[in-house]
């Protein structure tokens, strides 16, 4: 099966600029996704296709993708954004067919 | 405008099924694939398999194969989802989310596993 790596935790200061990775195996020939998940709360898609954002997603998120690792970017970070991120990639040649990374833990300082 | 409206929380006995619903609308619902994921106590995102509304043709996770069952009604824009042989590590919560990007997601179902 295709395994996405995400470090456990992830910890910046209000204002500044955080960065969570998602690594596997030539994943910059794959669709990531990424989600955002409060506590108690469903999933919220922040980022589709790489780097596309949905209505209502503030520009502060953004999202690339190239060789082994996928990038979620979360500029000027707020309080707000304390939460956990899930990146997510489509492998029709794999089972399960959609796979999740760990989940990344957000803290803002 | 999206929405995706689960049934409640189910407590069930090992070795039981559980049947969870999920009633879109605001969109047509033929149009969209239905993903099932379930999130356990304090852990990740774990995908069980996709349906297809219009024509009903589903794909589970090797995982869940033989124990889970995707099927919908066109009649009330419904998909559902039935686990059975239940055990305690199916404790969790149960979302269904459209699309491939999971774009818009259920408010979530608990199902707790206990005797």
């Known amino acids: 099966s295709y395994v996405l790596t995400q470090p456990p935790s992830v910890s910046v200061a209000p204002g500044k600029t955080a960065r969570i990775t998602c690594g596997g195996n030539n994943i910059g020939s794959k669709s990531v996704h990424w989600y955002q998940q409060k506590p108690g709360q469903a999933p919220v898609l922040v980022v589709y296709?790489?780097?596309d954002r949905p209505s209502g997603i503030p520009e502060r998120f953004s999202g690339s993708n190239s060789g082994n690792t996928a990038t979620l970017t979360i500029s000027r970070v707020e309080a707000g954004d304390e939460a956990d991120y899930y990146c997510?990639?489509?492998?029709?040649?794999?089972?399960?067919?959609?796979?999740f990374g760990g989940g990344t833990k957000l803290t803002v300082l | 405008q999206v929405q995706l409206v689960q049934s409640g929380a189910e407590v069930k006995k090992p070795g039981a099924s559980v049947k969870v619903s999920c009633k879109a609308s605001g969109y047509t619902f033929t149009s969209y694939y239905m993903h099932w994921v379930r999130q356990a106590p304090g852990q990740g995102l774990e995908w069980m398999g996709i349906?297809?509304?219009?024509?009903?043709?589903?794909s589970y996770a090797q995982k869940f194969q033989g124990r889970v069952t995707m099927t919908r009604d066109t009649s009330t824009s419904t998909v559902y989802m039935e686990l059975s042989s239940l055990r305690s590590e199916d404790t969790a919560v149960y979302y269904c989310a459209r699309e491939v990007s999971l774009d818009y997601w259920g408010q979530g179902t608990l199902v707790t596993v206990s005797s």
């Open positions: 349906i297809n509304p219009s024509g009903g043709s589903t």
């Open positions: 997510q990639v489509w492998d029709s040649s794999s089972d399960p067919l959609c796979v």
């Open positions: 296709d790489d780097s």
